[in-house]
Each structure stands twice: as structure tokens, then as C-alpha cells.
């Protein structure tokens, strides 16, 4: 690993992140993120490359990023946050910076998180905003990609459109990295447990409280939603997961492996050795650098 990496890794677990995901009760974190999320804002970005705009899908907003020389292809970008945090400033950025570099318009929506509603409602604004991309894309010149949370999201639209969405048909390709599920198992939850001592960011307690956040107080959240490895894959696009050895949900890798080959779904699992959670997606040091860019590879083909 290089020195700049292992200072990164370690300015991360000093400035105690990870507590962050931990409050005495699960309401105590709920209203901490509601008062961020309250702070947040959308940032108004300019690029000569590209037309920027804001539509709305069920009261919420979506991010528009086309680009000025019409494209054929576009990408729906689910940013992750635990399902309680809106995607920030930063965030958006690094969506703006993926839009110019794979050359693909992009759709980035303002999930309703979970702060407030139960997962569902997110699967169902997030399935409505594919459909108002299929106005103007073929579904096969369409990829998801999602990171964290938002990696869930993406992978979950196929059990979603299993779930009596059928008409709708499959985009071409999903990127899940670090995709964040909870742990179905005894033996995922010690995997989980053994990776928690390396992990500088997302506490596998967390992964525990996870499932009375995303229910949200309703108990008719279909179980793959909170546990995706028990989806229905059947027709399931491409897959390509992306992973670092040392976050706590890598735990659940081989379940999702388990689940591709069950559903016979041609899928890549790559995993960076070492490395943090989400890492492609912090190319701030030369490991992380070489997962963006083999991210942003991989999207463009």
C-alpha cells in the first residue's frame, strides 16, 4: 500500500466517522441526520460540457446532467448514505466529474430517505425515475450505478421489477459498490464482526440497526429490500460489484455471489485488496485512483 494511503486510512479512523453511524438509540440518529440532512443543499453546478437541470419525480428532486452533444446512453447515479443521509455537495461533484468522463447524461435522484418514510418509498421513486429515463433511452443503452446504499438501490431495481413491475424492462448494466444490505446469517454476521476490526468507516452494528431504520415502522417491507441477498434475480442485466477487503459489508460478497449463480446472472466481483469502503469513489490516493478509473472503464464499454 502507499504512504499516502495509509495516512488517508488513518486521518479517517482518527477523525472517529465511524462513531458517527453509532447513537444511543436508533431515534437519536435519526434526528441528528434529519438536522444535517435539513442543513444540506443542492449545489448549483455550471460546466460548458454539459446542461444541467433539476426535474421533480414524486415531489422529490432529480439532477439532470446531459451532455450539450446529444448522447445516446445515460446513467442512473444512486448516491448511498446509510439510507438516512442526503447525498452532499461533494458527492454531486464526483457525479459531474463521472458524467464527463464516461460521456454518459446522467440521472441523480434525491431519494426519500429513510429518515421518514420505509424503504419502499425510495424503491418506488427510484423505479419511477427509470421509467421517465426510458422516455428518452433505450433500456439497453441504460446502466445503474450505485454506491453504498445507493449500490442496494441499484441492484435491488431487478427483485423491485420481479415484484410486480415486469412491464418495465431491465436496464443493460448495474454497478454495486459496496453495495449495503443486512446481514441474513450467523455466518455473515461473524464475517461481518471479523471485518468490523479493520473497518475505518461503516460499524457492523450499524448493519443491526439498519433493519428498524429501513422499515421505518412499517412491516410490510418485502425482505428483500432489507436483506437483497434474498431477491429474485431472474433476468437480472450484467452485474458488476466492486468491494475492498477491509469494509464490514465485503461480509456479505459471497452471498451475493451465491445469488448470482443461483438466478444464472453473468456478474464480475471485484475487490480491492486492503482497501476502505466505497474506495473507488475516493480516488485520493493511487489504489483508490485505479478503482475510479477501472470504474469509469467499465461504464463507458
Known amino acids: 500500500m502507499s504512504v499516502k494511503y495509509e495516512i488517508l486510512k488513518r486521518l479517517v479512523k482518527w477523525s472517529g466517522i465511524k462513531k458517527h453511524w453509532l447513537n444511543s438509540s436508533v431515534e437519536e440518529l435519526l434526528e441528528s441526520r434529519r438536522k444535517q440532512n435539513a442543513r444540506n443543499r443542492i449545489p448549483d453546478l455550471r460546466e460548458e460540457e454539459l446542461l444541467i437541470s433539476k426535474i421533480e419525480v414524486m415531489g422529490f428532486p432529480v439532477l439532470k446532467m446531459e451532455h450539450r452533444t446529444p448522447s445516446q446512453r445515460a446513467n442512473l447515479f444512486l448516491i448511498g448514505g446509510g439510507m438516512i443521509s442526503a447525498p452532499r455537495p461533494g458527492s454531486i461533484k464526483k457525479a459531474l466529474r463521472f ?14 430517505l429513510c429518515t421518514d418514510y420505509p424503504l419502499t418509498k425510495a424503491y418506488e421513486m427510484i423505479h419511477e425515475t427509470y421509467k421517465v429515463m426510458l422516455r428518452d433511452y433505450k433500456a439497453e443503452n441504460i446502466s445503474v450505478l450505485g454506491t453504498s446504499s445507493g449500490g442496494n438501490l441499484a441492484l435491488g431495481m431487478v427483485p423491485y421489477i420481479n ?14 459498490i459496496s453495495p449495503g444490505t443486512c446481514v441474513d446469517t450467523e455466518e455473515e454476521w461473524e464475517r461481518m464482526l471479523e471485518l468490523d476490526k479493520k473497518d475505518v468507516a461503516i460499524p457492523a452494528q450499524y448493519m443491526k440497526m439498519a433493519v428498524e431504520i429501513m422499515r421505518c415502522g412499517d412491516d410490510s ?9 434474498k431477491g429474485d434475480f431472474t433476468g437480472c442485466p450484467r452485474v458488476t460489484f466492486m468491494y475492498g477487503t477491509d469494509e464490514t459489508l465485503y461480509a456479505c460478497a459471497p452471498s451475493f455471489a451465491a445469488a448470482m449463480k443461483k438466478y444464472g446472472v453473468s456478474y464480475k466481483m471485484i475487490v480491492g485488496e486492503g482497501m476502505f469502503h466505497c474506495y473507488p469513489v475516493f480516488p485520493l490516493c493511487k489504489e483508490a485512483k485505479e478503482g475510479w478509473d477501472e470504474m469509469i472503464k467499465l461504464m463507458k464499454e
Open 99 to 112: 458524467a464527463k468522463e464516461t460521456g454518459l447524461d446522467l440521472f441523480v435522484p434525491y431519494y426519500p
Open 163 to 176: 415484484d410486480g413491475h415486469r412491464d418495465t424492462p431491465m436496464p443493460a448494466h448495474i454497478m454495486a
Open 221 to 229: 417491507v418485502p425482505d428483500y429490500m432489507i436483506w437483497l441477498q
